[in-house]
């Protein structure tokens, strides 16, 4: 039995050693989004909660880590929506949680946290999770047109950035 | 884009509390629902959650992050106080085995028996440990669910069986110690004889029906109550793809105080989902069966100094006093709404926090004084601190949908 079997029938060790290779990349993918350490870790803990609830749904083990990356997202996208509706009854506390920069030398990384949601999420998908943007459409259940327009955006907000800096080479 | 792989493998990574966040998001979820043969599973409940919890101190920065959790705060004190009063009752088998594997060392201690679990206790001087293994009495190969706790060097293991034991049986486990992924462990093999006193196990079949569904079986000891409930279509919270919503069944004693659940599972025969809850229940002659819903996320949050005047209201948690001792501080509250919470307070939510909104955690569990008055207690600090509290607009609960069951 595969460890995907296993974990469908309820197996956590099993659930465990699939979602092991991909821990740390849902960390950091959470920290972009969440900008904070804490926040980023209750990302985490709620898509693993979903993702055990329903791996059920995963029909082939190879789906896994992106199936797991789309729940990361729509919970982190969850999560800033709710931050919003904070409502502070003594007016001394600051109503935004503090932001906490991601290490200064990261600047490419700081660069990236700081893009519109949208743009943010097809940057992510196509450069460190390497998806195409056919694969992005399928997977943000959007348009190719969309997903390529979000990408142009976003690039052309990052190149205006840095530019002069040719690490980034070609969108 | 190569730079952007690079700066992302360079982030640092909070490696312990990454594991704790997702051992608690396991702990969180409704368990897969299991196959009636042959396939071990893993708890959802507490028991299935191993984190390292010293029992004088606990690091702020995990209990912060444990403290987000509710149903983890148990591990604080022994609500599942089952072990301890069957070592009183010097019903506990002592092991003397120790076993090692990768630089670590475990130290069995002792074997007891509830009724329907096996719980294994142990010495380590590792983090976390996970517990696993095969159980056979009288030769045959036992269909267990299995998890463990572990707090500072001391930790369980718990093996759950489908059907109650007899009051005599040769007992064989093969348990596998080891880390999270499995890849470093050590094995061993116990065997035991086990006597029980007689008629250790009571055993009915109530059929008592409700909205929910049935109650098909009931085994009682005098430490633990097993109720099995085949879940009705309708109510059936295995089948359900929605994530935002929780549905579950809470169990109120004759007080009407909730009755601590220990551990929880899931399984499926002939398409009728079966949950089975083990319930911590000590000279109890009835319990009820309360449905409810709960949609997550949280509603809005409202906060206030915890040094405001009292009594302070927050939607419907009103705070009616305050203890404060050199170590401890301490509140009561009361909650508004009729359903009845448990001592993790889950569904209620009312959490302590700091200035920039981390948890503050809680020396314990949140002590449920009556059927909804509670006391919080955490550690006394100079830092300011405020009440939070999150709305649950969406708890919904049918008192007519109680029902009221009889142990034997």
Redesign the interface.
Known sequence: MTPLQ????????A???L??PN???L??MA?LYMKN??DA??V??????????????VREERYFSTWLVRILLNTAT??LR?TS??????NR??PT??IEP??ER????NA?SALPDAYKTV?LL???EDLTVPQIAAMLQQPEGTVKTHLHRGMAILKKQFKGDD???Q? | MDKLKQQMTELPVPTDKLDAAILQGIAKATPPKRKKRGYKVALTAVATVMLTVSSGFVSPTMANVMAKVPILESLFAPHDSVGQKIAEDGLMIPLDQTLRYAGTTIKLQSLYFDGMRFGISYETDAKDVFVTGTVWIDGEEQHTASGGKQADERGYGYFYLDTPASDSFALKMQLKFGDMAGTKAASTTLKQQISLPAHFVTSTEPQVKGEFGEVTSLHHSPYTTTVKVALAPSYDFTKTMDESVIRDLRFIDITGKAIPVVGQFGSEQDGVAEMTYILATHQLSALDIQPYTLALPYGKKMRVPIDAPLPITLGEVTITAREQTDDEVSYQFTDARDFTFDHYYGEGWLQVVDEVGNSYYRSAPVEQLGKNHYRYGFPATRSPLYFEYSEREVLKYDETQRIRVDLP
């Open positions: 296993r974990a469908q029938r309820g197996d956590s060790e659930f465990l050693q979602l092991a821990k740390d990349k960390y950091r920290l350490e804490t870790l209750d985490v803990q709620e898509t693993v909660c979903r993702a055990f609830t329903n791996i059920g749904t969850e999560f709710r509706k904070i409502v502070n009854f003594d506390i600051e949680t503090p991601i290490a990261l600047d490419l990384l990236v940057i196509r450069y460190y690490a980034y080479g969108a």
